[in-house]
């Protein structure tokens, strides 16, 4: 009896503990718990980024696009970008920039040179990068400029080589006698890039003449003014006419007189031809700077000013066929709308 009842509790036993294992395999583990809070793997940090943005227009578009897209792709979801356009209104890009210093964003990137010398002169403390900005030493009155701005700025210029733009327009007009040069003398890069071409096109033989205006009120009698002296028009990297290319336009090519220009967005307006950089690639290039200025992989103050790496000669076509010309082979047609 008693070998019975002996052999009953442990079959009991037994099934119990067959029932517990059972179990277990539809529980799920536990949590570890024992290592310390401090040693978990953390979130990626976030921060705050303002873009300061002169004027739209086709190539300062381009260079804001390239900044954003290169800032995702670094720091993916870790990026909060604050995207203001001044419209063309040089007192409204310092509103903008104090409106960033008083939301505490992490870094300001300021597409032109207005927008640059607004975040300058508003803060030494939160870093700054320019981007469309044709020579940092004229913008920011910086004598003997070596290449790095110091302190809370760098950034990339929008510069081609004067020279060959000057040569550029030998090439496509070696008959023609004078060139006038239309500025805007609210911009300071303008007023460098004409008196630099100017100098170069009377190396080459050909009387240089420079027609400024202030604002684009005064822009079209500038441009009559300059067409009916001139053979060919030359236009820097200006913003003031990149965004009025139609009122040049509308002058210059009812009179059969080319206009060369600085940029290729402004020969997509009104433009025979320019020797131009991809604006969207040093906006790219200034958002890789902005990334590895926010991580800490970089100090902003030893960050030399960078360069497109490349130049492309560019014509557009339909103002080519209005002017009854033909361009040589290794220029490359822009697309327009």
Do not use: W
Request: aromatic content about 6%; overall charge negative; some cysteine.
């Amino acid at each position: 009896m008693k070998k019975k009842l002996l052999a009953l509790i442990l079959a009991g036993a037994m099934t119990l503990s067959l029932a517990a294992c059972g179990g277990a395999k539809d529980e799920p583990a536990p949590a570890d718990t024992t290592g310390p809070a401090e040693t978990q793997e953390p979130a990626g940090e976030t921060y705050k980024v303002g873009i300061c943005q002169l004027v739209q227009h086709d190539a300062l578009d381009a260079a804001t696009q390239g900044f954003i897209d290169a800032l995702n792709e670094k720091l993916p979801g870790q990026v909060e970008i604050d995207n203001q356009n001044a419209s063309n209104d040089i007192p409204m890009c310092s509103t903008i920039v104090n409106q960033f210093i008083a939301a505490d964003v992490d870094l300001i990137m300021c597409n032109a040179t207005p927008a640059l010398q607004a975040a300058v002169a508003a803060t030494t403390t939160i870093p700054i990068l320019g981007t469309s900005v044709t020579e940092y030493g004229v913008a920011l009155g910086i004598s003997d400029f070596s290449g790095t701005v110091g302190g809370n700025v760098s950034g990339t210029s929008d510069l081609a080589p004067l020279d060959q733009q000057a040569a550029m327009i030998q090439e496509l007009f070696p008959d023609a006698k004078s060139v006038g040069l239309i500025y805007c003398s609210a911009e300071a890069n303008s007023q460098y890039q004409v008196d630099a071409v100017k100098a170069e096109l009377e190396k080459l033989g050909y009387t240089a003449t420079l027609y400024s205006f202030s604002d684009s009120n005064d822009l079209a009698a500038v441009t009559e003014s300059a067409a009916a002296a001139s053979d060919v028009i030359y236009v820097p990297t200006d913003n003031t006419v990149a965004a009025n290319t139609g009122i040049i336009d509308n002058i210059c090519r009812p009179a059969g007189i080319p206009v060369v220009a600085g940029e290729e967005g402004i020969v997509k307006g009104c433009g025979l031809a320019a020797l131009s950089i991809s604006y969207y690639d040093i906006g790219y290039k200034t958002g890789e700077m902005a990334a590895q200025i926010l991580t800490g992989e970089a100090d902003i103050s030893t960050m030399p000013i960078e360069y497109a790496p490349q130049f492309v000669k560019k014509y557009n076509a339909e103002i080519c066929e209005s002017l009854n010309l033909t361009m040589p082979s290794d220029y490359v047609a822009v697309e327009t709308e």
